[in-house]
């Protein structure tokens, strides 16, 4: 129960003041979640529950939110009540490092994983311990009592795990090599996919741009599958989920809290600036230092970086952390330090003034927002003899449909992104189209703000979670490309996934019980209210 409105109100009854209370009725609530036309799943799902929520006296709102704007309100502002969002499946969260994180209290202020405001001692406590656990089993212990205590107190609904379906055009590219959780837009594109013939541009089709293009600000999946292609790592996460040394030439641990990187020589900025050791230290000291919350995460377990001689630096931890090589090594990207040096609000700049130089084996060359982005090959990286191609288009479309035309009329040569439900079987029976269809193991969810009254009491949120149609978000809206939610963790990255958290099943009798047992009753209009003072 939301404690502390209803002291407040048993308070102002108490001496009178009952008449300054306009009632005791759970407020009304407004669930922001996409377009029809960006993400019709996510959208139909919206109405289904407020359907739902409506027969156990809530009154829900729905608010179909452009796709940077809901980014913006959910993720920066945190100014919201329930959103449907998603966590998309990057191969650098099959560690379970990143999706543990997003119910970290640590991660709950303005930019952090946590938008919803999630605090539990025990679990933080587990965190800690998991991240610096380098025994996989014991690790795996601490995940899953995690996985269970969060999905107990449901500070979040799982909502469904969907099917990563795509499409290309098999007469003019091949060689493209699918990711769990990426299908074929992952970051090894520019060195597998062949021209069949002489087109050397290759044509993507997408509804979803970047929320903007600053390494220091960017917090969506699609802000950094365009930005990884130009900005390089010192690791790269393989087709096979193993880390290779990657602008390192080499990577070691000289003891359990030092990692040792011997940096590749004769690596080149775009504008021609070499790669230094200096370049490496300044980016990982500058995330720090800008304390970018996205990367939080990442390089909280970094003490320093020293630099040993003219290749060589040395990554001192504060104590054993398991995922440092895996995952901070390679998602924390390469920034020339002679343009950012003197940026001292990294997260301030504007889209004008933004460097976008990297060293990466693309460079940027153009983005209209809402329109057009166009990536060319550079030739002075260390692997441009293996990348076929000369440059990368992406179309921006305003929805799926647009998309999918783009595919069938050959304006496009891929899709970034899942085709819908009704169009994958359209799709396979296109001579010219070979769909690809991979698990993946992000997920999609209704998060709750849990700041707010209602929403802050365990027994509220597990009602709710009783009255979502998991099965028909499933089976009629994926149409069966894909399966209910369960934990933060998807079945498919199996080592991981807890296969024993408590199960919300669908059912509104069982919704009503739990609220009538902590208190909560429905008044004459049919409306659900707060607990009654004792």
């Not at 939301?2 to 669930?31: D, N, R, Y």
């Not at 200096?278 to 800008?290: I, M």
């Amino acid at each position: 129960m939301s404690t502390k409105l209803v002291v407040l109100i048993c308070l102002l009854m108490f001496f009178g003041l009952g008449s300054a209370v306009s009632a005791t009725q759970v407020p009304e609530f407004t669930i922001i979640t996409t377009t029809e036309g960006y993400d019709p799943i996510r959208y139909e799902a919206a109405f289904l529950i407020q359907e739902d929520w409506a027969k156990l006296g809530i009154k829900v709102n729905v608010q179909p939110t452009e796709f940077s704007t809901l980014i913006e309100t959910f993720y920066n502002q945190q100014d919201f009540e329930l959103a449907i969002v998603g966590w998309s499946g990057r191969v650098d969260r099959l560690d379970p490092q990143h999706f543990l994180g997003t119910f970290h209290s640590g991660q709950a202020d303005l930019r952090g994983n946590n938008p919803g405001g999630y605090s539990n001692p025990e679990y933080d406590r587990l965190f800690d311990l998991q991240g610096k656990e380098f025994d996989a089993n014991k690790r795996r212990e601490y995940v899953m009592e995690m996985q269970a205590i969060a999905m107990e107190e449901q500070p979040l609904s799982v909502l469904f795990y969907r099917d990563e379906v795509v499409a290309y055009n098999k007469d003019v590219f091949d060689g493209f090599v699918p990711m769990a959780g990426e299908a074929i837009y992952n970051e090894w594109l520019p060195f597998t996919v062949e021209p069949l013939g002489d087109e050397r541009v290759l044509t993507i089709g997408t509804t979803q741009e970047p929320d903007n293009i600053n390494p220091l600000d960017s917090t969506t999946v699609w802000g950094w599958k365009f930005m990884r292609l130009y900005y390089d790592k010192l690791v790269r996460l393989s087709p096979e989920i193993e880390p290779l040394p990657w602008a390192a030439e080499s990577v070691s641990a000289v003891d359990d809290v030092t990692i040792e990187v011997v940096l590749r020589e004769g690596m080149t900025f775009h504008d021609g600036m070499p790669v230094t050791v200096e370049d490496v230290k300044f980016s990982y000291d500058y995330v720090v230092e800008q304390d970018f919350a996205y990367f939080r995460p990442f390089y909280q377990p970094l003490d320093r970086v020293d630099i040993i001689d003219d290749t060589t630096l040395h990554f001192v931890l504060k104590e054993p952390t398991a995922f440092f090589i895996t995952v901070t090594l390679s998602q924390i990207p390469i920034i020339p330090k002679h343009l950012w040096e003197n940026i001292k609000q990294a997260n301030q700049l504007g889209p004008q003034d933004v460097p976008t130089v990297g060293s990466g084996p693309m460079k940027f060359d153009r983005f209209d927002r809402g329109e057009y982005k166009r990536l060319l090959k550079y030739e002075d990286y260390f692997k441009a003899d293996e990348i076929a191609i000369d440059a990368i288009d992406y179309i921006i479309y305003a929805d799926s449909e647009g998309v999918y035309t783009g595919l069938i009329t050959k304006e496009i040569d891929m899709t970034a992104w899942r085709l819908e439900p009704a169009q994958i079987t359209l799709a396979e029976n296109e001579d010219h189209l070979q769909v690809v269809s991979v698990p993946d193991f992000g997920y999609y969810h209704m998060t709750y703000n849990l700041r707010l009254p209602a929403l802050d009491d365990v027994a509220f949120r597990r009602a709710l979670a009783h009255a979502i149609p998991h099965e028909t978000l499933a089976n009629v809206l994926l149409d069966g490309r894909g399966e209910r939610g369960t934990s933060i963790i998807a079945p498919v990255n199996a080592f991981w996934h807890n296969p024993d958290v408590p199960i919300f099943e669908y059912d509104l009798s069982k919704a009503k019980q739990v609220l009538e047992e902590a208190g909560y009753w429905l008044d004459g209009e049919g409306r659900l209210n707060f607990p009654k003072c004792q």
